[in-house]
């Protein structure tokens, strides 16, 4: 797993100075079914759609793809301790009745003590949108507000573009790799022969989450998230010999327990290599 040193996220007027300080790379031009590029040296964005046109259903599959420079990270739509997520805009644009961003599972990483969630070098968020006129042409205009991190972190904010003309669709070369990250979507547990068997507090009041593989687990990981939407941190983590069953407890130092989270629903993420499946879960 790689590992970045970063900073705690900034207070709102830090990033707004920051933001005002980034300059912006030229954009480099799209082909069909996909936008241009924009961004910065650390980060490029484009919008990409697995349709060249709208076609003749009322949704559209698309994807956000953003690019990293080496060593720099984008956020979960939690970012844990540090960084900031990515915040999607697509109020000007027109004939879309709305858009549901899908949050491919994170990367977990740890510098200094601090807990991060996102993604290193590139991801697609997959997007499913929403048309007001089924086969209508489709004018997509995106404000993307989002932080990377490296030694630093950098707030960012682009516009990009993408029009999508009405008619038959076939599929665009980036199709599949639109699906591939949307695969990568945690499904409703339990699914992927993952079972959530228990949530529930220990003898000192902590969060201990117990779940079932159906197979040899590789490298699990358990992200918590209270009602508020703060991830709970890093859980310590035990698995049996079989490799099949671990347990998570959330124990460090001001994570919230049973005076905080009893009686309540926390969203659980759970994530071995290439699977990943949550649950909401209300807590005794």
């Not at 310590?236 to 460090?252: I, Q, S, Y």
Request: proline share 7%.
């Amino acid at each position: 797993m790689k590992r970045t040193i970063e900073t705690r996220r900034l207070a709102p007027a830090a990033w707004l100075a920051a933001m005002l300080a980034v300059g912006m790379a030229a954009p480099a031009l799209g082909d069909a079914g996909t936008s241009e590029w924009v961004g910065t040296d650390e980060a490029r964005i484009r919008i990409v759609s697995a349709e060249d046109r709208t076609g003749e259903g009322d949704t559209v599959e698309l994807g956000v793809e953003v690019r990293l420079a080496p060593g720099w990270k984008i956020y979960w739509r939690n970012p844990g301790d540090t960084g900031v997520p990515p915040e999607f805009d697509w109020s000007r644009s027109a004939n879309l009745a709305g858009a549901t961003v899908h949050w491919p599972a994170p990367e977990r990483s740890e510098s200094y003590g601090f807990d991060s969630l996102g993604y290193h070098d590139e991801v697609i968020y997959p997007v499913t949108v929403r048309l007001r006129e089924p086969g209508a042409p489709l004018d997509l205009r995106l404000d993307l507000s989002y932080g990377i991190c490296k030694e630093v972190c950098v707030p960012l904010r682009q516009e990009v573009s993408l029009s999508l003309p009405g008619g038959l669709a076939m599929e665009t070369p980036e199709a599949r790799r639109i699906a591939r990250y949307r695969e990568r979507v945690p499904e409703a547990a339990p699914a992927q022969g993952l079972v959530v068997e228990s949530a529930d507090f220990d003898a000192d009041g902590r969060l201990v989450v117990a779940i079932r593989s159906d197979i040899p687990l590789a490298d699990p990981q358990l992200i918590a998230e209270a009602p508020s939407g703060a991830s709970l941190g890093a859980p310590e983590r035990d698995l049996d010999e079989d490799g099949r069953h671990v347990r998570f407890r959330f124990a460090g130092e001001g994570v919230a327990g049973r005076d905080e989270l009893a009686g309540r629903t926390v969203r659980l993420t759970f994530v071995d290599r290439d699977r990943a499946v949550e649950t909401a879960r209300l807590l005794p």
